[in-house]
């Protein structure tokens, strides 16, 4: 297996453009996590899914961020307008039982 | 809320040093607890995972130990390489699915 693919690995740009993250997770897997990491806070849990439904969102830090899972092999993470503060990397990790987590590369968001 | 605290924030050590690392949790209300490692600019590879109710698990040089009710858990790591050098970090999952992480340990081998 490939493992969980995210994309871009980079993603550079300006303060108030949208910016769209997406993950692949592993097939058959049916959890789907969304992260994002920066020094001052670490790690910290966005968001997630089970069998594509938002089930936890609490994590999310604003309306300017949102995420879809439209099926099981596919899931996105949009910012709009973008803020320089959102500068980060965002991982994305999907489950088969929810505890044991596979984590993609991660993408990293620099906002100018 | 649980909080993860992992103890040093930085170490650095010879070649061949045994070390152990160290993580403490608030909540000892946990389902698992993992040690993963992270390269620089890398993503996150799970090293070993501790169900609630066992004590320790062990892959290769590595062990790591889990003590719920004290809400601790160390990474011991035998006879150091260069190659072991990352960031390691802990995070305990809750009967939620929700992974809370520490902030991790840079560790370096020196050669």
């Known amino acids: 297996d490939a493992g969980v693919i995210q994309s871009p690995r980079h993603e550079v740009t300006e303060m108030g453009q949208e910016v769209t993250l997406r993950c692949k997770p592993i097939?058959?897997?049916?959890?789907l996590f969304w992260y994002r990491q920066t020094m001052m806070r670490g790690l910290e849990l966005l968001i997630y899914f089970n069998n594509n439904v938002p089930i936890d969102d609490s994590g999310m830090p604003e309306d300017r961020f949102s995420a879809k899972m439209p099926n099981a092999s596919f899931s996105t993470l949009k910012i709009q307008p973008s803020e320089p503060r959102d500068s980060a990397v965002y991982f994305c990790?999907?489950?088969?039982?929810?505890?044991?987590?596979?984590f993609g590369p991660g993408t990293r968001l620099t906002v100018t | 809320k649980q909080e993860v605290t992992q103890i040093p924030a930085a170490l650095s050590v010879p070649e061949g040093e045994n070390l152990v690392l160290n993580c403490s949790f608030t909540?000892?209300?946990?389902?698992?607890l993992q040690w993963f490692r992270q390269d620089p600019g890398k993503g996150l590879t799970s090293l070993l995972l501790i169900q609630s109710s066992q004590r320790e698990q062990t892959s290769g040089r590595l062990n790591a130990s889990l003590d719920k009710s004290s809400g601790r858990s160390t990474l011991y790591i035998a006879a150091s390489q260069p190659g072991d050098s990352a960031t390691y970090l802990c995070a305990v999952t809750d009967s939620n699915y929700k992974l809370t992480f520490g902030k991790g340990t840079l560790l370096t081998v020196n050669p």
């Open positions: 909540d000892s209300a946990i389902y698992n």
């Open positions: 097939s058959g897997h049916d959890y």
């Open positions: 990790a999907s489950s088969f039982s929810g505890y044991e987590q596979y």
